[in-house]
């Protein structure tokens, strides 16, 4: 099963809450103000970023 993660980068306020919670890694945002996803491949579609205060994160798949 593979997954896609969508990130709103408008709506992202830089809090790094996805970031410290995906417990596979997939999401950083290293010295930047925004998440992004750094590797979809480790990504198994738990769904614990989506709890993104800002609701900026979508996951695709099922
Ligand atoms: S949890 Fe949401 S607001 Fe926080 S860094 Fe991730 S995408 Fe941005
Ligand atoms: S769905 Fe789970 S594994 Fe995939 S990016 Fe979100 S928190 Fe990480």
């Given at each position: 099963m593979s997954y896609d993660v969508l990130i709103d980068k408008y709506l992202c306020i830089g809090c790094r809450f996805c970031a410290v919670k995906c417990p596979t890694e997939v999401l950083d945002l290293r010295n930047e103000s925004v998440a992004f996803v750094?590797?979809?491949?480790?990504?198994?579609?738990?769904?614990?970023?989506?709890?993104c205060p800002e609701d900026a994160i979508t996951v695709i798949g099922e």
């Open positions: 750094s590797n979809i491949d480790k990504c198994i579609g738990c769904r614990i970023c989506e709890q």
